[in-house]
């Protein structure tokens, strides 16, 4: 059997990089690299640090307009899959790159399978929802994280025989990596105490409008004057700050996005994290670190309802009040002590699904 993986962006590569050994042991496989991510901290780092093979093909897509962009996904993975002849396409998420992978493969008559089925925001103006939509109702092999997922994709109409509760990888590669993570310099490279600092990151679409991102931007610099603040700034976020004239306030440390292993050994230490992106909030779960997201919503429930992250929304006013009540020490303790219900074992279930 032949199986080909679709990845292009650093969330892909990361919850896909523990499926990848065990799919080149069961399969003949082929690696598909979108180019939608490639810059190297963005990229090829995380081929490095999680010794990934090279892919077989790159697309070079790189950034444009999103139909452009899926354009050129759809036009260039097609002779790919045409000579490949895979029996299954797997992709992962909620990327431009895996919603193209999938309608590609699925105009194909290929099955595909999608990892991360089922995780809905309900919230249509996010371009990763309607990615998200697309894969599942094209997809054959609905691999869901969670029960929540499950009941979504049901809801929906799927058929259950599609859908199999496999869990979550990115919590596998959190294991994996975890005490390598621990021998990371990040903390002193960045001058900063264990357990004395937050780490923040966001690039959603939705919050780095001229409308939403100038006012938290100001609530987080005024965040800054009481807590050290770590920006893992992301490339999205950068431009948009230049595009509408926003200065980083000064009391912000601003760092360039950090490879994996720093990621995780920084969040380890920190205080809390403030985060939009959803791939953090489960990594900060498996490592027991409480989490400000910094939406109205989120895909990734379990970690709200097991009463270790909180929604602190992305306004001025929700984020300054979220963060005062929930950054006192009684508060972060209480979150910091929830039970996080942290499974591993995802991505053999995965792969074990795709071989049936
Ligand atoms: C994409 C995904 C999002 C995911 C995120 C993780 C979609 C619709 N969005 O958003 O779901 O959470 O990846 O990072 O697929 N850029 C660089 N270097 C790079 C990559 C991007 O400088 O290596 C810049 C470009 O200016 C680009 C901007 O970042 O315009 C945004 O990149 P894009 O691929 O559109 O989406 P992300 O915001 O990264």
Redesign the pocket.
């Given at each position: 059997k032949t199986v080909v993986t679709v990845l292009g962006?650093?969330?892909e590569i990361i919850k896909l990089s523990p499926l990848i050994p065990l799919l080149r042991e069961r399969f003949r496989h082929i690696l598909v690299h979108s180019g939608?991510?490639?810059?190297f901290?963005?990229?090829a780092v995380f081929f490095e640090e999680l010794g990934l093979p090279a892919p077989d093909y790159t697309l070079g897509v790189g950034?444009a307009l999103?139909g452009e962009?899926t354009a050129r996904m759809l036009s260039r993975l097609e002779p790919i899959l045409l000579e490949t002849k895979p029996d299954m396409v797997l992709v992962q998420?909620?990327?431009?790159?895996?919603m193209a992978g999938g309608l590609c493969a699925a105009k194909l008559n290929i099955p595909v399978a999608h990892l991360e089925s089922g995780g809905r925001s309900f919230n249509r103006q996010m371009?990763?929802e309607l990615?998200r939509i697309i894969l599942d109702h094209i997809a054959t092999l609905l691999l869901a994280a969670d029960e929540t997922a499950e009941r979504n994709l049901l809801a929906e109409g799927l058929p259950p025989e599609r859908i199999r509760m496999v869990g979550s990888s990115v919590i596998d590669a959190v294991a994996r990596n975890r005490q390598h993570a621990r021998r990371s310099t990040i903390v002193q490279r960045l001058e900063v105490t264990p357990g004395d600092y937050l780490v923040l990151t966001l690039?959603?679409?939705e919050n780095t409008t001229p409308a939403v991102l100038p006012g938290m931007i100001r609530a987080l610099g005024e965040l800054a004057e009481e807590h050290t603040i770590v920006f893992l700034l992301?490339?999205?976020t950068a431009?948009a700050m230049r595009s509408y004239g926003i200065v980083m306030p000064r009391n912000i440390r601003v760092s360039e996005p950090l490879g994996y292993l720093d990621t995780l050994c920084l969040v380890e230490q920190a205080r809390a994290l403030l985060t939009d992106?959803?791939?953090l909030q489960e990594e900060a779960g498996a490592l027991g670190t409480p989490t400000l997201i910094l939406r109205n919503e989120t895909e990734w429930r379990y970690l709200v309802d097991a009463g270790m992250h909180v929604l602190v929304g992305n306004t001025y006013e929700s984020i300054l009040s979220g963060a005062r009540r929930w950054l006192q020490p009684a508060a972060l303790a209480r979150l910091r002590s929830a039970p996080a219900p942290i499974r591993t074992g995802a991505s053999e279930r995965a792969v074990a699904a795709m071989v049936d």
């Open positions: 962006t650093r969330p939608q991510h490639y810059s901290e963005m990229d950034s999103h962009q998420g909620d990327t431009n790159t895996a371009p990763e990615n690039h959603r679409s992301h490339p999205r431009a992106s959803g791939g």
